[in-house]
Each structure stands twice: as C-alpha cells, then as structure tokens.
C-alpha cells in the first residue's frame, strides 16, 4: 500500500515538475536595441544561472513595449525614452523607473555622402544638410525611442519633418532598427541607429558614421516594473529580481564586459543620480 502511494506521489511530482519550471519565468517587452545587438543574448543566460529565472523578450519599439506593459502582456519594459518612461510611470502602469545604463545615437550614411555632413559634431546642421539637399534618409516611423530621438532632433534642427519639411527623401519604413539600416544600406541613404545596433550589424554596404559626438545623442536605457495594482498576474517578485540584478554590480559588470571586436556598446549606470 505505501509502495503504491509512493509511486502514485513520485508520478504526480513528475508531471507537475515541468509545469512548477515553466512558471518560474518573466516576460519582459523590451526596445529591439538591446535584442538585436545581441545584449541580451550576453546578459540573460548570466541572471538565469543565478537565479534559475528564465526571461522571455518582445523585441519591439519602445512604445510598442509601453503599451505592451499597459496591457499586462509583460512584467517588466526595458526602453529608452525617459519622457515616455516617465508618464508611463505617473499614468500608475509601472511601479519606478530605474537608470540601468547608455550609449549613443549616431548618424549613418553613405561613403559618398552627398549631403557632405561627414566628420561633423554638429546633429541639426547635419539635418539642416539632409534636408537642403534632399539626399535620402530613411526614418524608423514606428515610435520607438530611436525613432522619438530622430523626431526630437529634427524640432532641434527647426524642421517640421511631420508637415512642410518632409519630401520624397524622407522614407518612413514602420520597422525596425535592423530594417531601417538595410533600407539604408540599399538605398545609400542616411538613417539615426543606436551605436550598439550598428556594432552589430553585418550587412553596412556602404555605409559609415558620418555624424557622432553631438550632446544631444546621449541615449539612456531605464528598466520598469509593470504595476501589479493594475494587472494582478505580473510577477512581481520575479520581475523586481531581473531589475535588483540588472543595477546591482553584478548586473553592472555583465553589461559594461558586452563588446563586438574589442568596443564596449553599453555603459552601466545605475548608480548615477538622475540619470
């Protein structure tokens, strides 16, 4: 009687085990910057090793991630729009924001340049250049945190690129980074990338930085945890884990060790204030 009791029990606990191991995962809707660059790739079989978390990525723009976390369909977002960030925060869909690191924009474009803007610090005049000369740019148009940082540029270059300033050079793809510089690459033209999705990408063709340097490319990455007052299946305790790790010196050090051929393509800091 007690053998059977014991087989019966072994049985159950084999079948509930997968179940138990499947649960003990997060979802995380995250800007396609750090996927496709392969950050995640580097980081994540690192925080599970350490806590047995598994992290499942949407690879999306930054507002398709934000309105993602609205939904409730992931735990946490991990993007980089701090203005986007922050109302998502006072809107009461996530709980804090926290600085987790950074990097850059750059401006990419062809060898030949034809808007002759190459070598310059100068983002706005650069723009002013694209534009004036019609040369081909080609803009992400899908709301991602990319895609706000070009719009915010071109207002600091004092181009109305969503009325009178925009032309026929102005394609609006709707896609991703990886999508945008392929499209650039086949037409020779200029398009705003995040260094870390350029260090990772293979097909350049022609193309180069032309535009770096300027202040005003400063790109901050904020990680937030989905309210679990409004979406009462977020894991909260799981999710909060991946965020403590993420900004502990562990987390830190695992972004800062990333590189593609010797260049570091994130720089940790979350232990600076305000960023």
Known sequence: MNRRFLAGLVALLALATPALAQEKSIVVASTTSTQDSGLFGHILPLFKAKTGIDVKVISQGTGQALDTGRRGDADIVFVHARPQEEKFVADGFGVKRFAVMYNDFILIGPNSDPAGVKGGKDIASALTAIRDKAAPFV?????????????????????????????????????????????????????????GTWLSFKNR??????????????????VILVNPDKHAHVKKEM???????LISPAGQKAIADYKIGGQQLFFPNADVPGA
């Open 205 to 222: 063709g022609d193309l180069g930085i032309v535009v770096e340097g300027d202040k005003r490319l400063f790109n901050q990455y904020g």
């Open 139 to 195: 803009s992400r148009g899908d709301r991602s945190g990319t895609h706000s940082a070009e719009l915010r540029l071109w207002k600091a270059a004092g181009i109305d690129i969503a009325g009178a300033g925009k032309g026929p050079w102005y394609r609006e793809i709707g896609q991703g980074m990886g999508a945008a510089l392929n499209t650039a690459s086949a037409m020779n033209g200029y398009v705003l990338a995040d260094r």
């Open 239 to 245: 999710g909060q884990a991946f965020i403590d790790w």
